[in-house]
């Protein structure tokens, strides 16, 4: 129940193109839901995120469509550039019985941008 | 947000040897969290440390093995004990600064090799 899954494990998109990574979870306690890009080498950065009461957030390039009743959430990478060549994680996060906050990564989507 | 920064950043170490990774935050945050990434992996969970009490560790992780000192609110490390090839991984540390405790943010990984 406090899994995320992703969808799909790798994915190769043309420069220019639209690049979509989708996620789904099933504990309906989630309230906040981020996507992490990380570069080899690098840590993971938070690169946006989304509450269940919007079903879409834009910034830049990037947006996340966020379906609640469906329980599922997806990134959309715009005009895909050689420099997004990265991995992608979703992640859910919800506050527990005990009041502190538990982050559930999913799988990872490792994306290549042809140039 | 929060500049993390973590040592070593690589290590290759001799089986049944210790390896203490450090993580020094640039900001006081109350909790700290080291995750384990095996190659080509998502992030797993294995502690939470909290300046002051015991750390937290998650289901499949234990104290003796992965020893953890939190002294004071920008500084944790992880001890990797007794080392076998299976703990060949990427350590990272992770601490949510926001007053929601939401935003994650990571050091840059310790890539450890045991051989």
């Known amino acids: 129940q406090q899994q995320v899954k992703q969808s799909p494990q790798s994915l190769i998109v043309q420069k220019g193109g639209i690049s979509i990574i989708n996620c789904a979870y099933e504990n309906t306690a989630f309230d906040y839901f981020p996507w992490y890009q990380q570069f080899p080498g690098k840590g993971p950065a938070l690169l946006i995120a989304?509450?269940?009461?919007?079903s879409e957030k834009k910034e830049g390039r990037f947006t996340i469509s966020f379906n609640k009743s469906a329980k599922q959430f997806s990134l959309h990478i715009m005009d895909s550039q050689p420099g997004d060549s990265a991995t992608y994680f979703c992640a859910a996060s919800y506050l527990n019985s005990g009041s502190a906050r538990q982050l559930t990564f999913g799988s990872g989507t490792q994306l290549t941008v042809l140039p | 947000s929060a500049v993390i920064s973590q040592k070593p950043s690589r290590d290759i170490c001799q089986r049944g040897t210790s390896l203490t990774i450090q993580c020094q935050v640039d900001?006081?945050?109350?909790?700290m969290f080291w995750y384990r990434q095996q190659p080509g992996q998502s992030l797993t969970l294995i502690a939470t440390a909290n300046q002051g009490s015991e750390a937290t560790y998650e289901s499949g992780f234990v104290i003796d093995k992965f020893p953890i000192s939190r002294p004071n609110l920008t500084f944790s490390t992880l001890t990797v004990s007794n080392m076998s090839p299976e703990d060949s991984s990427i350590y990272l540390c992770?601490?949510?600064?926001?007053?929601?405790?939401?935003?994650?943010?990571f050091g840059q990984g310790t890539r450890l090799t045991v051989v």
């Open positions: 992770s601490v949510r600064p926001d007053r929601k405790n939401t935003e994650a943010f």
């Open positions: 989304i509450r269940p009461d919007v």
């Open positions: 900001s006081q945050v109350t909790m």
